[in-house]
């Protein structure tokens, strides 16, 4: 969960944009586990009976492809941010399309398009219990400590965004977010 600011996020959407194809798998794998943990914390119980989070990170990336070519960064995050909110628009449209098949009651879901979604296989990103490893431990966080993770990294705020988030100085919320990674690491047994 690595800040934008480190990326050097800039410099990769140049590549993508110049038509790179490596820049393309470099964006994939620079942002996939931040992605994934925004869908999962995102998802909720209803749609994760319908959905696989790598389905729907695969969908945002492949809608990204076609916009990043036209897209401007403001500043070195901004591309972080804008696929943070292509994550959030996704899982709306998807949470939107499965309450309107609920109440029509017309297409059984087993008949639903998304039923019929490929398994896993070797060719695609699962690690369901790495994540699963990870929303376990920051359930055990601290209230203040879990809202600025999940701000930093489900919902790809930068520190001072989380900082005006929750009323406290960016100092501050550095703190917080340093301390709860540390838990965290310890946690999961990641810690050196």
């Keep these: 969960m690595a800040n934008d600011a480190t990326d050097n996020s800039i410099e990769l959407l140049r ?3 110049a038509g790179d194809r490596a820049a393309w798998d470099d964006l994939y794998l620079r942002y996939r586990d931040r ?8 998802l909720g119980a209803g749609l994760r009976s319908h959905l696989q989070s790598e389905d729907v990170l695969h969908s945002v990336v492949r809608e990204a492809l076609g916009d990043l070519v036209r897209f ?3 500043d070195e995050g901004a591309l972080g ?17 499965h309450a309107a098949q609920k109440r029509a009651h017309d297409v059984p879901l087993s008949d639903s398009l998304l039923e019929r979604l490929p398994s896993g ?29 999940t701000l930093r990294s ?3 705020l930068c520190n001072q965004e989380v900082a005006a988030a929750i009323g406290k100085s960016p100092e501050a919320t550095t703190k917080i977010y340093q301390r709860a990674v540390a ?9 050196p």
């Design 121 to 149: 296989g070797p060719d695609r990103y699962l690690d369901h219990d790495r994540l699963d490893a990870l929303e376990r431990a920051i359930r055990t966080l601290p209230e203040s400590m879990r809202e600025v993770v």
């Design 81 to 97: 941010r804008y696929l943070h909110v292509c994550v959030l628009h996704k899982i709306r449209k998807k949470g939107n399309y």
């Design 35 to 42: 992605l994934l943990f925004s869908i999962r914390c995102q």
């Design 72 to 74: 401007e960064p403001r």
């Design 15 to 17: 590549r993508i944009q």
């Design 183 to 191: 838990r965290l690491g310890v946690l999961l047994g990641t810690a």
């Design 154 to 156: 489900a919902h790809g």
